[in-house]
């Protein structure tokens, strides 16, 4: 069985005309809502998308044999940087389409929340939507950006007590949050794909470096793309381990988890070493990134299945945890 | 016959998750396109829009006998305050829209075209697109926003020779400008309906209290919703001719046009009187604000033609003249 | 009989050279005081202004045949966006010097306050001097400025809980608060008179869209120059009341009162006919703006009495209650 | 012969009503003019002052036997951080006053202009005011403020090329410049008078250390209120001859000139054996700051005459430099 | 006896080496320390200095038979303002060596402490590190920079209720606090030294135009370099006595105490009439700015003793107050 | 032969004490200098230090068996965010400290310039040192920091037009530039260390998605750090080769190079296995962040030649080049 817990929801286009709606009149028109069908929702799992290889949604679930996908808002659409009130109408009904769409494909998806993290709003004020997500929806966990600015000022670190009252509430609903950045606006020198992995990359240092595992024992955090730069600069920190008093390094990094996302068999091969195999998840981003077909070989990017089905040194137990195990138990699944 | 002198497009939702697509990526998948059929086209004309009144674009200009619409883009869509690349993009593929829209329709709809005004360009840059417009897709003119930062900081006024080389190539090109805000965002007080009246107030005082009417005697500006608050305020800018050496107030609001789009009689004949009968153009912004039926006469609200017949100190000639001889020889139509 | 609502002090050149001089020592005399004699006060009232048409104030009142005028500061002197102290002295000096005018001719004035509208006090310390000025020197009410940043910052919109303890204090004192705005700085593109149009439609837009109205039931608020923008542009906001489920705009419109100081008659009967008569208060800003003869009829284009006493479709009744009645119980004169 | 370098012009109430209408109106007005008779001119010489210790500039001046008095804008009404255009009007105003002042009283008054030196303008604007009032009007110099934002903001020092158009006016007119400061805002911490005296601290610091005065060696610069802190601290810039290679610190420092504008005995000592009798010029700023009389005494504290005169150590010779010759040969009298 | 009250530290270059190290990691490698052994710290006081004309601090206090000396930090070494951490780090560490050097020097150095004033840190919290050296190292007081920005920004004046938590720790702890500025960076136009001469003239005024004198009738502040521009200027600020209310200038001056810092026996001469012998204090920065042998008498700069020996009019007592009974009572040595 | 491309020079106290000095007195002491002599250069080789495992500089070069290493000043000293003309002087005293290692050991040492990339000065400014230590110096290249803000602000990307005089200068001069951080500081949230890493990350996708590689086809640029995240996410950029017309990423991304400084085999055979052993240089950072002995093995974390000969699949050839061949052409050593 494949678990797929990086999947990002393909929406109808009124969606996102309903979010530039309101980025444009500002709040003027009321709330309003994006008034999708059924018929609309089921026909963007079913369209071919030139973005995406002109494969469906369904297309490459199925051409990857992936049982079930979490699936999340699209990142780089969360606008978190804009006005919060904006930003809460808008994470509210992406989060209601992706709750329709479980409804409508319950074997094939579950929902992990977008939350409103407008940097106008307080903290707490963001996990009502949380709340409302896993409790009344029965999502399985949320996104966190580390960055709600989205690029245009330095937001405090992940270790800050400013993120406390949302690392209560993941406790206290016992779900994971996956770190995922959001979108990337100037005066950034990154696209916001890249501007992804920078913020994992602090987002691990950040985490690693505060008191904030010690101060939430039971929070789990999920960091996208195969953790950013930190397992391939782990040695960086390894010396700290001889020079401090505290807790070894990598005792530290796996107490977090990480998702396979990254297409390349010598980065996976890299990731499971250094954070060891019970820390990762089957991840794909399937369709996104990845999903144009590599003329080399004939593959799609994306079809991280094949890259772990390459890996000889695993044994198929470890193959299964990966692919389903890991998932099944953080998520609760 | 009436010509009516201020539409705005009424695009299929493509357009507008384009545009949310370029304010979430900001540029990093390239420019791309909305990718809209004639089908979709067509279909954004007749299809009935809950936000007015459940008639559709076309039933309302059939409803009200308009013959001849000018359709420019949605204001508050147009979004100047972003990223110059992206406004420019976004600008050219709804002009490019407004054009194929005037090409399935060359008896009903006639170009008006918005400029990528971001603050980031010269104003010389936003002159390409107005060249593209009036040259290559015969456009009859241009709106102009005097508040490019939409809100968000204080523009040079229109009387600044920052403006200049916009108003050149008017000139040079022989067509109108179309006085016209777009958004409005924080931190400014009012929701962009107002902030089109208030930017329209100043730009009147802005033009006549500057030497740009006469460094620029064939220029040709129109004034949306008659003129903001002006013509009701007229008698405040008066007495100002006693004290100074200008030429007379009401001699340089009369080298100004005004359209008719209010909502009441009282107004509109306020207007006519201040104006005179040779500067009005009739204009409804329909679809629009005013696409509601009143409740207590059964009319839409922006039934303006309905409004100007029931003034009973017109001539036949006046009405002809407002109705669409004025607009005809402006725009050359 | 004809009282004036809309009247600003003559005050002689030292209560100026006064301010000037605040401005320039900052404080460092202390808060010293303008020393004006009452020859010196009477003499300011008799003195013919070059800036009035050579006319006095006792002139322009004698001459339209106003009984009793309500005198305020002059607004564009008011500096509410200098330091707060100065700002307190300033203030309080200029109302003193209205006080002693009103013993000087109880007749024939009646205070109305400025409030020390600095942004860097608290609005809680404003209404000190509301209290000093209505219940120890007697005054009417206040004038009210919207923007206390003279155009240099956004303040927060009049229906922001930033401005309830001057509602509060109103309600109390029951007294008006009459809306005109102050000076107006760079950044802004306007001059002082015209941002006090602007002012007032911004304002009665942020009273009527909040719940002002709502939570000061007996708050009186009188809008100078015929409400700005709003009576003409008033049809822009009626389809709003099909839309959604608010009070008609019109009868949250005529919870508001309105000067007539316009100088046209046209725009006067546009608002009689838009707020209704029992709405309007007869106010000419004499001697101001508008003291000036209009070459074509010789009138004072701020002799609104004409203007009013030309409309032909009021009745004595109508007349009576805008010329006085109206201004009488709404400031209990 | 008594010649004061350090007056102020004692101007009608006018001028400073006409600056605070302007600093009001912000131009919209026009520039207008005080509209100052000759007789008012008169009777500000002649109007017993209380700030002043109740005596007239006449008083003062004649009681203290000066002959001839250098006028100069009274500094902390300078306003030089107002908007460029406004400083410019009331700059030439108030010249224009002193001139009058100067053809009133030929004998006891010459003017030393006040310049526009708005930050808003180019300095090279400013010296279009120097111009006018030395070649036109017979001015014999100007006062320099080393702070036109008047504490809000950190100008370029007077060592800086910033300078140099006004220098190379200076030098091309062949007039002093008197380093004067003006008004003194928020944020700063000191009042106006004693930002004079930092000011002048710091502009020895930034010409001494500068090649100002080697790249116009015909420069001519008098400070104001003997030099600051300087002649007190001087010891404090001596050792660093020994370790650089600079002309000798005494050297440069009598490069300049020094007015004796202190109120004790003790300091004009200090003054005259740190500078050189023939560096300082009799200075009183009569009437102003110290024009009180000493209770002890019973002499005004400004009687620096007196001072000068109880000064054992000069001789008749040296006494008369600083009362007259020094000034005469610098200012050309 | 000689009891020079202002003198600073001689460290090692590991101190300074340290400080460049925190000012690079920014407090990444932790806090670690100078690590200065006790023959490093005796070397750094006998080694000539070519700064100090190639002699050393004991050379100097040899020299000039200064018995026993109090000793602070270098001034423009204290880095206020950087980060808050970084500062207290270094603070702590220089009064450490101070400290040591006072154990090693038992009969020759007495402490005076660094705050750690840094702005970034609530004022309560640098009164730790005075507590801390006060009653735990015996330190005899501490410096006061007024302005912890230095040059970068406008602190609140010393009469601020801001700086009142210092005020109350240092009468709780009965010591005096010297008025010292530290570095002095961009924008401001002058180099340290000169700074610190303005924020002792600001200081002075700030404190006797407060309430602070009286709030804390048992503050004890001495100001260094002879109280900046005051003494000298002193006179500007006696008439104000006539004008107001408040206790006598020279009443509230004389309850400051003012160290001889100054290089000129006229300066010294002055400072000792104005505030008297009974305010003075014996001080001489050695080794310091002045430093360097004077080319015309062979003698050093700062052989202030020299200076004061050469006052003919100073009885053998008041030479005594100065050179040591002011400061033995004052710091209860 | 192992060429180590990647060191840090070890410089005695003295010359950062001279750094802590700069910043203290701003320039206001002279440029003076670090005053180092010979013996104190040497002694720094061979000091054992505490941070580095309590090993020399000179006891890690002979353990490891570099023969020649290429020394650059240490990245996180370099200050290039302070004020412009601070940064040249200890910019050039660290290169003059630099060359006169490499004077005193002309086998061991060959040196890498550091430039004064100061944002306050121009580019063109920063390339005279280059060109001083190139040409003068016999310098083999220099480092570049795409961070001058060090954190405090974005810098143009480094496929701007801003960093073109900088890539003329290196391609006139024939030299490569090697990509590293300076320091970090608030507000960012990262240490330096970890900024060097996203710098890089940064780095190598500005230069990869501009035109630098295109506009100098001869300019030499080396990652530090094996390329900070990227050949660990190389994955993620190929894709785009299928929807764009680029050339293919792999190619250029191979047209830069990367040194081997990572701390375990895994990422060093990924680096090897994405970029080609072509690309790879021998870079160990020693002594630095790596010089501690792990626990586990007893090796020193940057034995990097430890790590590299336990590559079983490289065979002697490529060991070679990565060890010396590369870097010796490159460099030409």
Redesign the interface.
């Known amino acids: 069985m494949l678990i797929d817990v990086h999947g990002h929801v393909s929406a109808p286009?009124?969606?996102?005309?309903y979010?530039?709606?309101l980025?444009?009149?500002?709040?003027?028109?009321?709330r309003g809502g994006p008034r999708i069908s059924d018929d609309e929702l089921r026909a963007a799992q079913d369209a071919p998308n030139p973005?995406f290889g002109n494969a469906s949604h369904m297309d490459h679930l199925d051409g990857a044999g992936v049982d079930l996908q979490l699936i999340s808002p699209?990142p780089?659409?969360m606008?978190h940087s804009e006005?919060g009130r904006l930003v809460q109408w808008f994470t509210e009904e992406t989060n209601t389409v992706i709750h329709r769409l479980c409804e409508l494909y319950p074997e094939r998806y579950k929902g992990v929340a977008g939350l409103p993290q407008s940097p106008e709003l307080d903290v707490q004020e963001w996990t009502a939507e949380l709340r409302r997500t896993v409790t009344e929806l029965g999502f399985a966990g949320c996104l966190l950006n580390p960055d709600p600015h989205e690029g245009t000022a330095?937001?405090?670190?992940l270790g800050d007590r400013y993120w406390y009252p949302l690392y209560e509430a993941l406790c206290e609903l016992d779900v994971p949050a996956i770190i995922h950045g959001a979108?990337?606006?100037?005066?950034?020198?990154?696209?916001?794909?890249?501007h992804f992995?920078?913020e994992e990359?602090?987002a691990i240092?950040?985490l690693l470096s505060s008191s904030v595992l010690t101060d939430f024992p039971d929070l789990k955090i999920v960091v996208s793309?195969?953790g950013?730069?930190i397992?391939?600069?782990?040695?960086?920190f390894?010396?700290a381990d001889?020079?401090?008093s505290n807790r070894p390094y990598m005792e530290r990094l796996r107490s977090l988890w990480f998702d396979t996302c990254?297409?390349?068999q010598?980065?996976i091969?890299?990731l499971l070493?250094?954070v060891g195999v019970d820390r990762a998840l089957f991840g794909t981003e399937k369709p996104g990134?990845?999903?144009?077909?590599?003329?080399r070989t004939g593959r799609w990017?994306?079809d991280i299945h094949l890259l772990i089905g390459d890996i000889d040194w695993l044994t198929p137990t470890e193959r299964e945890q990966i692919f389903a195990e890991n998932a099944r138990k953080l998520f609760k699944l």
């Open positions: 286009d009124k969606l996102y005309s979010k530039a709606n980025l444009s009149h500002r709040g003027a028109h009321g973005s699209r780089y659409q606008m006005t330095v937001p405090p670190a979108g990337c606006r100037p005066p950034t020198r990154e696209p916001y794909s890249l992995i920078q990359t602090v240092w950040s793309h195969g950013g730069a397992p391939y600069q782990v040695g960086r390894l010396p001889v020079r401090g990254l297409y390349t010598d980065s091969e890299l070493r250094t990134t990845g999903s144009q077909r590599d003329p990017f994306d």
